[in-house]
């Protein structure tokens, strides 16, 4: 969540429904008007109009019954006005409102385009100079996913340069004066993608920064080829940065896959379980789909950028690594009985694939070549979609308002269209294109989100709580559902997209969309696209309608391709194109492609359980018996119709349980037994989070003040922490730990960190922790994390490190690596670890040593990236 989102919710309500319709546009002749049933059997009506439709340019007024959203342009009025101008592309389609929608998006993206950004943590609040791209309406500043995502759908295709201004913002090195840890990876200026947002201090609880590489790649396929090379020079630095720390401070080598929070979903209340928020770095050591694709695209990308530049070696490395990464995806996050991948795990001591999913991670695996044809079909036929559309996640959480929960989100809803149509899936296609285009035409705006089962932009929730009610925060003129805006017309209808050498033509017109959209025209224009200097005029010539009768379903074949009235296949080089190009595609025949959609239905202010999770229950360990272990079970909620599943080490040890224990009387050899525990809805199968995982063996704890702690600050002698701990030169170390049975170890700080709130700030403690044997040789050694920490929680355990220990004498070492407070780009902050100088600080309350089930690495399919249990790579 942004850093502004908590003062605006207050801020943002809705106005009463007009009863009617301005009376002046009822007197303009070249108008249209479209009706869209709600949800609960009433009608909203959307008129459009303008002065001269056959004007070159057109100025449109655009007027709505639907209930809007207050904010700074239309200030709660159910009116607007905008003009086509010359810089940007039209459409012509015989359908008034489409190319008015058209002209919305290219307008409200103008609106986007700025010189100077802003936000109140930043600069003291005053304005930052940057020709680059604004979030939103609310939302002044630019963010490294929000942009990125944008520029993935459409924006870097139509205005490179502003992206490529937008994305170098996003870059940053060291702060003057400031070094990292000695382990740190990188070059010595340390040019890297910013991590902005997330949840405990940003990363590397969040890693989603890797989507950076999402619109880079498409900003260097649209950009002229000198400014390609020097921007191509700039992202290769700066990603071989980021991978290289990342893998540091992120990757496990156990599963392959990389640690962070879900891209985008960085509200952690809306999507993951409810203890979560007071224990974050279980967040940090849980796996995520989305942004595990985003790993593997910024890989892809670095390794491609690599070979052009000649360098070998780094280009076969992050090759390798991403074929790697490809296979871990699949291999932990593919559920067949789902049809579908899981869009998250558990953290540590349980590091079980969640029964949750969300549509952008599916869709990206689907876009990025993660899926295969056969899994691509299935989750497109799997995944749930409502009457209005596909939610951002499945299932919905219980007793959360509406943000991320309970949503749909346009720039979620194009990447489905996209992978809709690169898989040939006519009915989600269908669903997609419904989507947008009622979104943005009802609220004359390209919104931030709506509630999932009203499409509404605020659904006050009068029969519960106040404060289910939502969207909570719901921008117009949101970047990336102006991205995604653009995108569905040039990309998926126009079928517009620029490759690394050019052009790819692939429009996917669906009867439903030729029928509805297009009506009687034989022809659907996009005039003026300029793309690298070239000015294009793309011509669909479209079937006879009759060919489409209602009832018949399926999407249009290529039958010819012309430029300049030349046949030519669907790919294009630029040298192909001339100044000005006249571009036609005739469609033939209907081709009935995929059909499968999975339909869900209920009503907004009813948590059914066809619809919803569970809560997660609460798992605790009864005292140990004759060798054997008792979990007890506690449900928050009404327990009819729930049944639990418990996973020890996580994996599932017993399902479909009714009562409130169960106890393991075979626990194996596994070290050290952690149970957790799901709710299942019998009803619907639909399940809930993990419970917090219970461990049988607490090992052994050493508090900060014990004899063997050496460390150059003193402990309190009421409290026994050592207190502000964390500047580079602070020493912590612990002497003569005694290891009596040789195996695999945990070790966690015990700490906390209240120098932000757990949703805010870049000083999240990130440290480097390594274990020496008694002659002095590191036996492990890697980054731990110490998250924020809640203001009215005691200290907390740290992110674990892994050791395999023999029996004997060790020492453990702590010292400094670096957090987003080290870079330049924080140095106007005004919280912790900005203006007043970088900040990697905890209050340190000792150490835990607890033995812990480790399964072991995956080794890799390439011999330069064999990696070893304590994290380090081979070749290092």
């Given at each position: 969540m942004h850093t502004t989102q908590l003062q605006l919710r207050a801020l943002v309500t809705a106005l009463p429904m007009a009863l009617a319709l301005p009376a002046a546009m009822a007197q303009t002749p070249a108008?249209?008007?479209?009706?869209?049933?709600?949800?609960?059997?009433?009608?909203?009506?959307?008129r459009y109009a303008t002065p001269d439709a056959g004007a070159v340019l057109r100025n449109y007024t655009h007027a709505t019954t639907q209930r809007v959203r207050q904010g700074e342009a239309l200030d709660g009025k159910q009116e607007t006005g905008y003009a086509e101008t010359a810089q940007l592309p039209t459409v012509r389609t015989g359908n008034l409102g489409f190319d008015a929608l058209f002209a919305l998006a290219g307008v409200e993206m103008r609106r986007d385009a700025v010189s100077q950004i802003q936000d109140g943590s930043y600069n003291g609040g005053q304005p930052i100079a940057c020709d680059c791209f604004k979030t939103g309406e609310l939302w002044h500043y630019v963010w490294t996913r929000d942009l990125s995502y944008a520029a993935a759908l459409s924006l870097a295709m139509l205005d490179p340069q502003r992206v490529r201004n937008s994305l170098a913002f996003k870059l940053a090195g060291y702060r003057a004066g400031v070094t990292p840890g000695p382990e740190v990876a990188g070059t010595a200026d340390g040019l890297q993608i910013v991590q902005d947002t997330g949840s405990g201090g940003s990363w590397p609880v969040s890693t989603d920064r890797m989507s950076w590489a999402f619109g880079a790649d498409e900003a260097l396929k649209a950009l002229p080829p000198a400014e390609r090379q020097a921007f191509a020079v700039t992202a290769l630095k700066a990603l071989r940065n980021t991978l290289e720390n990342d893998r540091l401070a992120a990757f496990d080598p156990v599963d392959g896959l990389y640690n962070g929070e879900q891209s985008f979903l960085d509200w952690r209340e809306q999507s993951y379980a409810a203890w979560i928020p007071g224990d974050l770095a279980s967040m940090a050591t849980a796996k995520a789909l989305s942004t595990n694709v985003a790993h593997h695209q910024a890989l892809t990308l670095a390794a491609k950028l690599a070979r052009e530049q000649g360098e070998s070696a780094p280009a076969a490395r992050y090759a390798g690594w991403a074929a790697d990464l490809k296979a871990a995806i699949n291999r932990r996050f593919w559920q067949a009985d789902a049809g579908m991948y899981s869009s998250l795990t558990a953290g540590h001591f349980d590091g079980a694939a969640l029964y949750k999913y969300d549509w952008l991670g599916q869709s990206l695996a689907i876009l990025h070549g993660i899926a295969d044809p056969a899994q691509a079909q299935s989750i497109l036929a799997r995944y749930p979609h409502g009457p209005l559309g596909a939610p951002v996640i499945f299932p919905q959480q219980p007793g959360v308002a509406v943000y991320h929960n309970r949503a749909m989100w346009p720039f979620v809803t194009a990447h489905g269209l996209r992978a809709a149509a690169m898989t040939g899936n006519v009915a989600v296609a269908d669903a997609a294109y419904d989507t947008l285009l009622r979104g943005a035409a009802l609220n004359l705006s390209n919104m931030e989100n709506f509630e999932w089962l009203s499409g509404e932009p605020l659904l006050a929730d009068k029969q519960a709580q106040a404060d289910l009610s939502g969207p909570v925060v719901n921008s117009r003129q949101m970047l990336w559902s102006i991205g995604g805006y653009l995108g569905m017309v040039v990309g998926e209808i126009f079928g517009v997209h620029t490759t690394d050498t050019g052009l790819a033509l692939r429009p996917f017109v669906t009867a439903k969309l030729r029928r509805e959209a297009f009506g009687a025209s034989d022809t659907a224009t996009l005039n003026n696209l300029q793309l690298r200097g070239k000015r294009l005029q793309v011509k669909l010539l479209l079937p006879p309608l009759a060919t489409a009768p209602v009832g018949r379903q399926g999407y249009y074949a290529i039958d010819r391709i012309t430029v300049n009235g030349q046949q030519v296949g669907a790919a294009l080089d630029w040298s192909a194109l001339a100044d000005d190009n006249l571009v036609e595609i005739r469609l033939g025949a209907l081709l009935p492609g995929q059909q499968a959609i999975r339909r869900v239905d209920g009503q907004p202010y009813q948590a059914d359980p066809a619809l919803y999770a569970p809560f997660e229950p609460r798992a605790t360990l009864a005292p140990r018996t004759r060798g054997a272990t008792t979990v007890r079970i506690a449900y928050p909620g009404d327990t009819q119709g729930v049944v639990y599943n418990i996973y020890r080490n996580g994996q599932q040890v017993a399902q479909g349980l009714s009562a409130s224990t169960w106890t393991d009387r075979s626990p194996g050899k596994t070290g050290n037994a952690c149970y957790a525990v799901e709710a299942i809805y019998t009803s619907s199968g639909n399940r809930s989070h993990h419970s917090a995982p219970a461990c049988?063996?607490?090992?052994?704890?050493?508090?900060?003040?014990?004899?063997?702690?050496?460390?150059?600050?003193?402990?309190?002698?009421?409290?026994?922490?050592?207190?502000?701990?964390?500047?580079?030169?602070?020493?912590?170390?612990?002497?003569?730990?005694?290891?009596?049975?040789?195996?695999?170890?945990?070790?966690?700080?015990?700490?906390?960190?209240?120098?932000?709130?757990?949703?805010?700030?870049?000083?999240?403690?990130?440290?480097?922790?390594?274990?020496?044997?008694?002659?002095?040789?590191?036996?492990?050694?890697?980054?731990?994390?110490?998250?924020?920490?809640?203001?009215?929680?005691?200290?907390?355990?740290?992110?674990?490190?892994?050791?395999?220990?023999?029996?004997?004498?060790?020492?453990?070492?702590?010292?400094?690596?670096?957090?987003?407070?080290?870079?330049?780009?924080?140095?106007?902050?005004?919280?912790?670890?900005?203006?007043?100088?970088?900040?990697?600080?905890?209050?340190?309350?000792?150490?835990?040593?607890?033995?812990?089930?480790?399964?072991?690495?995956?080794?890799s399919l390439f011999g330069d990236t064999i990696t070893r249990p304590n994290g380090l790579d081979a070749d290092k």
């Open positions: 108008s249209t008007t479209a009706h869209y049933p709600t949800w609960d059997g009433q009608q909203n009506t959307v049988v063996q607490a090992g052994q704890t050493i508090g900060a003040g014990d004899a063997r702690v050496r460390s150059n600050l003193r402990a309190e002698t009421r409290t026994g922490r050592i207190s502000h701990w964390g500047a580079p030169a602070d020493t912590f170390s612990v002497r003569k730990i005694r290891i009596a049975r040789g195996g695999d170890y945990a070790l966690q700080i015990l700490y906390r960190n209240t120098a932000h709130q757990i949703n805010l700030g870049i000083s999240g403690g990130v440290k480097w922790l390594a274990v020496m044997d008694a002659a002095g040789r590191q036996m492990a050694g890697g980054v731990v994390q110490m998250p924020h920490s809640p203001e009215s929680a005691g200290p907390s355990y740290s992110t674990p490190l892994h050791a395999n220990l023999e029996p004997g004498n060790y020492r453990l070492e702590l010292r400094d690596f670096y957090n987003m407070s080290y870079l330049q780009s924080n140095s106007t902050y005004g919280d912790a670890g900005g203006a007043q100088g970088a900040s990697n600080h905890v209050d340190l309350y000792g150490v835990r040593i607890m033995p812990a089930f480790r399964p072991e690495p995956q080794a």
